[in-house]
């Protein structure tokens, strides 16, 4: 690890040991998330005036109306998605500023992540090069229409909120495969787990949450 990625005060891998024992205290259980946490530098996909507020268990903003998660929220979706057992290849919905995608990346065989926002995309792509991550393949495209080409996944993670489960992105789930994902609209969002089965799909809500809404087209 770099000067850069290790950080120095505030941005310390001691500060960042604060946040993975927040993390703990906060209900997250697997080890293996909560090491990913540690070891990816959050301040490198945040903007430098707030890189000071990186591991503070908070959601900040990256411009373009989006934001980088609150570390809480990044922790326990991708807790939900590997509780049943490892997974291979997961699509992410809503690269962002990349956070979500790096610890994705240190966990599962390879991350597919589409983002509708041309210059977040880049900017992510420079962070994922610059960490040494070469098992992320990315796309510029509407995030409602997943990324098909590369389906089915073994598990699809989406980082805006539907108003309803969409059906494109079930289709592209593996039999035995799970989406989580937030879902709902002004009146309130949940945070859902859904698992494709040969009958159907059974979903399982875990938490409330409040994310921007997920968004087709292009920018």
């Known amino acids: 690890m770099n000067l850069t990625h290790r950080g120095i005060g505030m ?3 001691r500060t960042r040991e604060r946040l993975v024992q927040r993390l703990r205290d906060e209900g997250i259980r697997d080890e293996r998330v909560l090491a990913a946490i540690r070891d990816t530098p959050r301040h490198i996909f945040v903007d430098e005036a707030l890189a000071s507020r990186a591991y ?3 959601a900040l903003p990256i411009g373009f109306a989006q934001t980088i998660s609150q570390p809480y929220i990044v922790a326990r979706m991708t807790e ?3 509780e049943a057992g490892p997974l291979n290849d997961v699509l992410e919905v809503g690269t962002g500023s990349g956070y979500q995608t ?6 599962v065989r ?3 992540t589409v983002e509708r926002i041309e210059a977040l ?3 992510a792509r420079d962070r994922f090069r610059e960490l040494g991550l070469r098992t992320i393949r990315l796309k510029h495209a509407d995030g409602t229409l997943g990324m098909p080409e590369y389906a089915p996944f073994d598990g699809i993670l989406v980082t805006a909120a539907p108003e309803t489960v969409p059906d494109a992105l079930v289709a592209q789930l593996k039999v035995g495969g799970r989406m ?4 709902g609209g002004r009146e309130g969002q949940s945070l859902v787990r859904v698992t494709r089965t040969e009958r159907g799909v059974e979903r399982r809500v875990l938490e409330r949450v409040v994310f921007v809404p997920l968004l087709g087209g292009l920018q």
């Not at 790096?102 to 966990?107: K, Q």
């Not at 989580?180 to 879902?183: A, F, S």
């Open 80 to 82: 939900a998605l590997l």
């Open 11 to 13: 941005t310390s891998q």
């Open 121 to 123: 995309l880049n900017q």
């Open 102 to 107: 790096a610890i994705l990346a240190r966990l």
């Open 110 to 112: 390879r991350v597919y």
């Open 180 to 183: 989580v994902l937030p879902v």
């Open 56 to 58: 503070e268990d908070t």
